[in-house]
């Protein structure tokens, strides 16, 4: 079995189910070495809590990769989530353009900043700007429409159009990303799912549309896909493993409405990793 060393960049939200706290078990279920740099640490997520506190690591990021580059160390994949800000989307710009990536190094982008048609707290068109750059330097991006359409400049909608949806993604390929993965797509009321454009084909995994909508569900799916890359299944492979285990923890959390902050993934690791044998 293939065992990759990745590196996740993303916040510690130390209560909430998001970022780094569901980043870590999953690479680790998916049987990969998986270290991490911490962009920031919050107290809990920013969606739906109120006076969460807020620790920017960015001096310690330089700190942190000087002494990986001291130590030889490098990586197989690199994949990053939310960022605390446009500065250390620069950081993590200059990060890949350093002995830490190697030729083959594998760049996955999830631009986490916002959902159901809206920007996360905190973040501004600066942010989305500067994440362009990011784009760039992707080989696969993981965005949900939201964000897909605040990257390109498009309207956002519930229902979408399979047209609207396609050519967004050509645009996102435009951008430089050679693979575009969007979460969050619904053609019709009552489905939901994936849309992959990887420049040769296109795919949509459509799945029920399930009645609560439940945070960190982005974080889920983008380091399920990114797992199942690292073991060697292919890309559409890796959305549909990925949707699965997505849809089934929202399932498994659904009923219990004073979860509201998360999903409860925990308990559904062994059959991720059942899924990827
Ligand atoms: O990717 C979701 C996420 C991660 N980290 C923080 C967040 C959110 C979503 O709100 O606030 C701090």
């Given at each position: 079995m293939d065992y990759k060393r990745v590196l996740t960049v993303q916040d510690i939200s130390?209560?909430?189910?998001?970022s780094l706290t569901v980043a870590l078990p999953i690479l680790s279920a998916s049987g990969n070495e998986t270290c991490i740099l911490p962009s920031a640490v919050l107290s809990?997520?920013?969606?739906?809590?109120?006076g969460w506190t807020f620790r920017d690591l960015s001096d310690d990021f330089l700190k942190i990769k000087n002494h990986w580059i001291s130590e030889k160390i490098d990586f197989d994949a690199v994949y990053t989530g939310y960022l605390g800000s446009a500065k250390q989307i620069d950081l993590v710009l200059d990060l890949l353009n350093?002995?830490?990536?190697?030729?083959d190094t594998l760049i996955v982008v999830d631009p986490a900043m916002g959902d159901y048609g809206k920007l996360y707290a905190g973040f501004d068109l600066g942010y989305v700007e500067k994440m362009k750059n990011l784009i760039f330097a992707a080989d696969i991006i993981l965005p949900n429409f939201t964000e897909a359409c605040l990257l390109t400049g498009n309207s956002y909608k519930e229902i979408h159009d399979i047209e609207d949806v396609s050519k967004i993604s050509e645009q996102l390929i435009s951008f430089g990303a050679k693979t575009v993965v969007i979460t969050g797509?619904?053609?019709?009321?009552?489905t939901i799912g994936v849309f992959v454009n990887d420049k040769n084909k296109e795919f949509y995994f459509p799945h029920q549309e399930l009645k609560r909508k439940c945070s960190g569900t982005g974080d889920i799916f983008a380091s399920a896909f990114v797992g199942a890359v690292l073991r060697g299944k292919d890309i559409f492979k890796a959305a549909s493993i990925a949707e699965n285990f997505t849809f089934n923890v929202i399932k498994n959390t659904v009923?219990?409405?004073?979860?509201?902050?998360?999903?409860?993934?925990e308990p559904l690791l062994g059959e991720y990793i059942e899924a990827l044998k």
């Amino acid at each position: 079995m293939d065992y990759k060393r990745v590196l996740t960049v993303q916040d510690i939200s130390c209560v909430g189910q998001c970022s780094l706290t569901v980043a870590l078990p999953i690479l680790s279920a998916s049987g990969n070495e998986t270290c991490i740099l911490p962009s920031a640490v919050l107290s809990t997520h920013t969606g739906g809590f109120n006076g969460w506190t807020f620790r920017d690591l960015s001096d310690d990021f330089l700190k942190i990769k000087n002494h990986w580059i001291s130590e030889k160390i490098d990586f197989d994949a690199v994949y990053t989530g939310y960022l605390g800000s446009a500065k250390q989307i620069d950081l993590v710009l200059d990060l890949l353009n350093s002995p830490l990536k190697k030729s083959d190094t594998l760049i996955v982008v999830d631009p986490a900043m916002g959902d159901y048609g809206k920007l996360y707290a905190g973040f501004d068109l600066g942010y989305v700007e500067k994440m362009k750059n990011l784009i760039f330097a992707a080989d696969i991006i993981l965005p949900n429409f939201t964000e897909a359409c605040l990257l390109t400049g498009n309207s956002y909608k519930e229902i979408h159009d399979i047209e609207d949806v396609s050519k967004i993604s050509e645009q996102l390929i435009s951008f430089g990303a050679k693979t575009v993965v969007i979460t969050g797509i619904s053609y019709q009321k009552g489905t939901i799912g994936v849309f992959v454009n990887d420049k040769n084909k296109e795919f949509y995994f459509p799945h029920q549309e399930l009645k609560r909508k439940c945070s960190g569900t982005g974080d889920i799916f983008a380091s399920a896909f990114v797992g199942a890359v690292l073991r060697g299944k292919d890309i559409f492979k890796a959305a549909s493993i990925a949707e699965n285990f997505t849809f089934n923890v929202i399932k498994n959390t659904v009923e219990n409405p004073a979860h509201w902050y998360g999903v409860k993934f925990e308990p559904l690791l062994g059959e991720y990793i059942e899924a990827l044998k």
